[in-house]
């Protein structure tokens, strides 16, 4: 099966049986990742170099404004989607098989965990693949250690506290934490958010 109807299947939230065409498609898209990340995770590289290995990770040009802190870990890469202005911090994963959208002036904390794909509860059939895309909005700050699950939208310049659960979407303009989130407050100046992401 062709890697763009492979990828389409997953972001348009179609479930992906084991064993089907479809399902080996996802392992060559994981073993193409994996020979990526390697690369992009061993040794020193400088900022420029960073960002060409993580364009040919995600199948398209990143912005000159991308930053990122290696090790980065991915098991497919090409459904990611990326705004201006985006910071990845060390250790996060991105399983964007459904899909990952991310806004311009976005800011991702160390090991936060993005995951859009799920199983099948009935035992029997608990190896297919189910997905749902994470839709993160501009101005959006994650802190470190947060997961966010399948299925999330986040609005825009909200703010998500270190060590979040996020299983429900997100309102603009708040800041949301706790396990599971929930919306904490709004933010109103720069006093609220002080030390939410560190």
């Known amino acids: 099966m062709k890697e763009e109807t492979v990828l389409k299947i997953m972001r348009n939230g179609e479930t992906v049986t084991d064993p089907s065409p479809a399902h080996e498609g996802m392992n060559q898209l994981a073993r193409e990742a994996m020979k990526i990340t390697a690369e992009l995770n061993s040794g020193y590289h400088e900022p420029e170099e960073i960002r060409k290995i993580f364009s040919r990770l995600i199948g398209k040009p990143v912005d000159d404004s991308f930053g990122l802190f290696p090790p980065f870990y991915t098991e497919c890469g090409k459904n990611i989607f990326l705004g201006k202005k985006v910071f990845i911090n060390f250790a996060c994963h991105f399983q964007d098989q459904g899909g990952i959208y991310i806004g311009d002036n976005v800011l991702i904390g160390s090991q936060t965990v993005f995951a859009t794909i799920n199983h099948r509860k009935d035992p029997k059939a608990r190896r297919d693949n189910c997905f749902a895309p994470i ?14 699950l399948p ?38 100046d720069d006093r609220d958010t002080r030390e939410i992401g560190r």
């Open 135 to 148: 839709h993160i909005g501009n101005g959006v700050w994650i802190g470190s250690h947060v997961t966010i």
């Open 151 to 188: 299925g999330v939208t986040i609005g825009d310049h909200a703010v998500i506290a270190a060590g979040a659960v996020v299983t429900k979407d997100v309102p603009a303009g708040v800041v949301a934490g706790g396990v599971p989130a929930r919306v904490m407050s709004r933010i109103e």
